[in-house]
């Protein structure tokens, strides 16, 4: 993201700017979140709790759009009347610790939270700048009549076992293994990262190139459908409550969906664990509670923040939503350690919640992660549509990537 696109979006937000005014008491937190509006039954009640232990600070709380979150608290922290806490990405969150623009703390006030989210969190003097608000890792969801008419003996843990089954199933069933939707966000970048290719260095590697050989495999041979490098989650979804792929990747909340939609795809649905690669690891998509480093009180933002993510707080939250706790107190509760056989929502909700403690370190594409994610996501459909070299592709993705880095 170059300095003239952050100074174009300033301008952009003047009218957002001139719109917002600083609390009256010194002691107000305004506290935005993202496209969490129709939680006040929660949120109201732990902010009055706050407020009654806290006399004298009080929380005024906004619920922002999604799409708008990165654009206001851009516009915000470039003014000199930020708000105190804000509910964020840890992709745009990270740009902005780099900028120095964030507020940063002792990581040991995190002591109670999963480590490997908190490690993740650290700025280049080993302070954290943000607190981890919640968590969520996709599990598998397979067909079971599917797989029986596959005759799978069991079910694929790695993406190498998935790619070697493709052509049977495809064979003894007619439909598709799966629908990888490659191109989507950081899809691609996830699967890399699996098998430790994260960086330009490693995208040319052996491992590196037979991923992207087995994937023009599964294309050539119309083993996965041509939609899976131009379309994304929502459409892969579709075709698994036709009935038209077997195996997805997907969140527990779109379970729901399925049971809404689907009933009969529902009724013969299973879950698994999420797939790994050579690492054996899982991924994670967290989102997080920053402070600017100008917001006018900062110490009861942190304050705050700590309390909305405590140990009974998060267990509320994660039972009115499919989010997972990111404090471990709240991970040892008996809702994320048990599960009934019968029920596949509650099946979902332990195993996601078990991969928690094995995750995958994400990589760090900086300030220019956008286009990286556009340059590999366009390198694939290169590789599958054309009859590029793969390593020819490869070697000059992983140059654009590497100048992409250092111009950072």
């Known amino acids: ?13 003047a009218v957002l700017l001139a719109a917002y005014k600083p609390p ?37 709380w906004i619920d922002v759009p999604y799409s708008e979150g990165e654009k206001r608290t851009l516009a915000s922290i470039l003014s000199n009347n930020p708000p105190d806490l804000v509910n964020l990405t840890p992709e745009f969150s990270s740009i902005l610790a780099q900028k120095q623009a964030l507020y940063s703390f002792d990581c040991n006030m995190l002591k109670d939270y999963n480590p490997q989210i908190v490690n993740s969190l650290k700025n280049n003097f080993g302070k954290c700048y943000a607190v981890p ?12 009549n599917l797989v029986k008419k596959a005759g799978l003996k069991e079910i694929p843990k790695t993406f190498d076992d998935l790619f070697l089954v493709s052509g049977q199933i495809k064979k003894l069933t007619g439909k598709y293994s799966n629908m990888p939707t490659l191109t989507e966000n950081d899809t691609l970048l996830k699967i890399l990262n699996k098998y430790e290719i994260n960086s330009p260095e490693s995208l040319t590697t052996g491992n590196s190139i037979n991923i992207f050989q087995q994937y023009k495999k599964l294309y050539a041979q119309n083993l996965i459908p041509k939609e899976s490098i131009t379309q994304t989650h929502r459409e892969a979804l579709e075709q698994y409550m036709s009935g038209q792929i077997v195996f997805i990747q997907s969140g527990a909340n779109f379970l729901n969906m399925v049971k809404d939609n689907a009933p009969k795809v529902f009724d013969s649905t299973d879950v698994s664990y999420q797939l790994t690669g050579t690492s054996g690891k899982y991924d994670v998509s967290i989102m997080n509670l920053i402070i600017p480093e100008r917001a006018k009180n900062k110490e009861a933002a942190l304050k705050f923040a700590l309390f909305l993510t405590n140990k009974k707080n998060q267990i509320e939250f994660a039972k009115l939503t499919t989010i997972l706790p990111v404090n471990n107190l709240a991970l040892e509760d008996n809702y994320f350690n048990t599960y009934n056989e019968d029920d596949v ?16 370190t994400q990589p760090v594409a900086g300030r ?39 111009n950072d």
């Open 1 to 13: 993201m170059k300095f003239k696109y952050w100074v174009l979006i300033f301008l952009l937000s």
């Open 133 to 144: 608000f919640y968590a969520t890792s996709a599990v598998t969801f397979y067909d079971k």
């Open 24 to 60: 009256a008491g010194t002691n107000d937190i305004v506290f935005w979140t993202l496209q969490l509006g129709t939680f006040g039954d929660y949120m109201n009640p732990i902010i009055q709790e706050f407020e009654q232990a806290n006399p004298g600070v009080k929380i005024k």
């Open 345 to 360: 929502i509650s099946k979902a909700r332990f195993i996601s919640s078990k991969q928690l403690a094995n995750l995958e």
């Open 368 to 406: 220019n992660r956008k286009e990286i994610l556009t340059l590999l996501n366009t390198s694939v459909q290169e590789i599958l549509l054309g009859n590029s070299d793969i390593n020819e592709v490869l070697q000059k993705t992983a140059k654009i990537w590497k100048d992409l880095m250092n």
